[in-house]
C-alpha cells in the first residue's frame, strides 16, 4: 500500500489489527483510550480523577442514605435491610460497589464507542476492533482506581482482608468476562440507536434488582441465585472485607450458570454475524 493511501473496507482495517504483533496492538488501543479519555475530560483541570469523584460521591450517598437516614427513620426495618448477618454496612456498600461502577460503566460506554468514532474508523487502518477493547481497558483503569482507593478506607478501618489481592485479580478476571457482552452491544448499538438509552435502563434494573447497597437473607437466596451478578458480587465482597460467602453449591446460582452457557454462542454470533452487519454501517 502506498504512503497516505486510505483504506476503504472496514474488514480490510479489522484484519491489519489482528496481523499487528500483540504488543503494537495493545499500544494501538493504549493510544485510542488516551484519545477518548482527551475527548471526555477536554478542558477540565481534573481529568481522569473525576472519575474517582463521581465513584466516591454515588458510594458517599448510598452509605448516608441507607446506612444513616433509614436507620435513624426505621431502625428495625433499616438494620435488616443494611446488615442481615452482615456486621459492617460500609465494608459490604464498598465490596460491591468497587465491581459495578467500572462494570456498568464499561456496558455503556460500549453502547457508543463504535458510532462515536465512525468517522475515524473509516479514515484509519485502526478498524472495530481496536475501538473495542477501549471501555474494558478504561474499565480496568477505573477499577484500579476505586480498588486503592476502597483497599485504603478498608486498611485505615482495619476491616481489610488478607485476599485483598486476590480481590484485585477476581475483579479484573470478572471485568474480562464481561467484555464479550460488551462486544455485543458495541455492534448492535451501531445496527440499533435504542441500545444505549435501554442499557441506561436495564443496568438501573440490574443494580436495584442485586444486594449491592441492601443485604438479603437466606430466606430469598432461592430467588437471588437467578441474578448471575449476585455470586460475582458475593465473591468479590468476600475477598475484599472477609463477608460471608451465601451460596453452598452451584445449584443455587442457576442464574450465573445460564449466563455461561449462553456466553459461547453469543460470543460467536457476534464475531461471525453481528461484525458483517455491522461494517456495511460505518
Known amino acids: 500500500m502506498q504512503p497516505g493511501a486510505h483504506i476503504t473496507n472496514t474488514d480490510d482495517r479489522n484484519s491489519l489489527l489482528m496481523g499487528v504483533p500483540r504488543l503494537s496492538r495493545w499500544g494501538v488501543i493504549a493510544s485510542l483510550v488516551r484519545r477518548d479519555y482527551a475527548v471526555q475530560f477536554a478542558g477540565t483541570s481534573l481529568g481522569i480523577v473525576w472519575v474517582l469523584a463521581r465513584y466516591v460521591f454515588q458510594i458517599a450517598l448510598f452509605y448516608v442514605i441507607f446506612g444513616y437516614v433509614l436507620q435513624a427513620a426505621l431502625p428495625e426495618k433499616a438494620d435488616a435491610l443494611t446488615r442481615a448477618g452482615e456486621g459492617d454496612y460500609l465494608s459490604y456498600l464498598l465490596g ?94 451501531v445496527l440499533l440507536r435504542d441500545v444505549s438509552p435501554l442499557m441506561e435502563l436495564v443496568l438501573q434494573i440490574v443494580f436495584w434488582s442485586t444486594p449491592i447497597v441492601y443485604a438479603v437473607g437466606p430466606d430469598l437466596l432461592w430467588l437471588f441465585g437467578w441474578n448471575p451478578l449476585y455470586p460475582l458480587i458475593s465473591l468479590h465482597r468476600m475477598l475484599l472485607f472477609e463477608s460471608d460467602w451465601p451460596f453452598r453449591t452451584l445449584t443455587e446460582m442457576p442464574g450465573l450458570l445460564l449466563l455461561a452457557g449462553l456466553a459461547l454462542p453469543a460470543f460467536t454470533l457476534s464475531a461471525r454475524r453481528l461484525a458483517h452487519l455491522v461494517v456495511d454501517h460505518l
Not at 465512525?118 to 483503569?141: C, D, E, K, N, Y
Not at 480481590?167 to 464481561?178: N, Y
Open 96 to 189: 460491591a460497589m468497587c465491581l459495578w461502577l467500572p462494570l456498568s460503566e464499561m456496558l455503556l460506554r460500549s453502547c457508543g464507542i463504535l458510532s462515536e468514532n465512525r468517522a475515524l474508523i473509516r479514515r484509519t487502518s485502526v478498524g472495530m476492533h481496536g475501538f473495542l477493547w477501549v471501555p474494558v481497558v478504561q474499565a480496568w483503569l477505573h477499577y484500579t482506581l476505586i480498588f486503592a482507593a476502597v483497599s485504603a478506607i478498608g486498611l485505615v478501618r482495619g476491616t481489610l482482608s488478607a485476599g485483598a489481592p486476590l480481590a484485585f485479580l477476581a475483579g479484573l478476571a470478572i471485568l474480562l468476562s464481561f467484555a464479550g457482552w460488551a462486544f455485543i452491544l458495541a455492534r448492535v448499538s
